[in-house]
């Protein structure tokens, strides 16, 4: 079974390598960089996860490390993106051993008992998780227990209005990606509608109120979480004119040059996301610029993402992984 995973990937290896070429090759000057260097800045933000996905911070069955259980969930995300994009193993037993199906089925059924408990940031990374998980592995172990969070998350937002201004641990918008992607994968057909018809009522209309003040000393960006989210809901065409408004009303973001809180330094990181999407639907170098430039601020120096641990060093490493991964070709990681 082994063997045949590793032939998969020493396949998929090859037509990423080919994906990669052509990205260096097409892409504007300021990604030419992070291209080159991206197997190097990898390793560096998977090794500083692994110190601290191996560590016993809290009492949860299986995610115990990076001091809390969205971390943890991130953590371990990370590393299996890490694995399929450069098809470096070293990690794989310590995700193993994280995975453990008794823990597993443990941390299950105490997201039943606790309906509200990571709801929605923690269930949405581990609906990330599933998916790596599936496409490094080609298994559905993670599946029937993804299936359930993504389920209660689906009811969660049937339930109260959605705030697209939301951010941090409430993020609407992050919350949609990730429920729609997991539906997408797993061919959910009518939970995916639904997000999609979610998407069209609440963050089709570009709205000037989306300034990038809603994300002053935080991680999570707002505005480029709007566009990440309207990029997998509207054909090119219409994304690319949303996308002209978009930047019309509210201008691209500038990188955080000096973060004041400890949040605030994962925001480039996650700003960087939503400015890849743009990029990637429209091609649009402003947008492959600001990305290029956020993701450098995030990274360097170091301390930004392996400084003191309880403030930044158990998880804004995950988010430059995050970051990082379309570099290793469509679609790698996310």
């Not at 300034?211 to 090119?236: P, Q």
């Amino acid at each position: 079974m082994r063997s045949c995973q590793v032939v998969r990937l020493a396949a998929e290896a090859v037509l990423i390598g080919a994906a990669v070429a052509a990205l260096a090759a097409q892409s504007p000057p300021s990604l030419a960089p992070l291209v080159e260097r991206k197997a190097v800045i990898a390793s560096q933000l998977a090794r500083q996860v692994a110190f601290c996905s191996s560590r016993r911070d809290t009492d949860n069955p299986a995610f115990q490390g990076c001091i809390d259980w969205h971390s943890a969930v991130h953590g371990v995300w990370a590393l299996t993106a890490y694995e399929r994009a450069t098809g470096d193993r070293r990690f794989s037993p310590l995700v193993a051993s994280i995975l453990d199906v008794d823990k597993l089925k443990r941390e299950r059924e105490h997201l039943r008992q606790a309906p509200l408990f990571e709801m929605p940031y923690g269930r949405a990374w581990f609906l990330r998780l599933a998916i790596e998980r599936h496409r490094l592995t080609g298994s559905n172990d993670l599946s029937d227990f993804a299936d359930e969070v993504a389920l209660s998350i689906r009811d969660y937002y049937r339930h109260r209005p959605i705030d697209r201004f939301s951010g941090a641990y409430d993020s609407a918008s992050w919350a949609l990606i990730n429920l729609f992607d997991y539906a997408r994968q797993r061919n959910l057909a009518d939970v995916q509608a639904e997000v999609a018809d979610w998407v069209k009522v609440n963050f089709d209309a570009v709205d000037p109120k989306c300034s990038y003040d809603l994300e002053r000393n935080e991680f999570m960006a707002v505005c480029t979480n709007w566009a990440a989210l309207a990029s997998r809901v509207l054909d090119r065409e219409a994304f690319s004119a949303w996308v002209a408004k978009f930047i019309e009303v509210n201008g691209l973001p500038a990188p955080i040059m000096d973060p004041v809180a400890h949040h605030s330094y994962g925001l480039n990181f996650s700003r960087a996301w939503g400015l890849w999407d743009i990029y990637d639907k429209t091609q649009r170098a402003d947008a492959a610029n600001a990305y290029a430039e956020h993701f450098n601020r995030g990274f360097a120096p170091a301390s930004n993402w392996s400084g003191s641990y309880g403030a930044v060093g158990h998880w804004v490493a995950q988010f430059g992984m995050f970051a990082i991964q379309p570099l290793f070709g469509p679609d790698a990681g996310r």
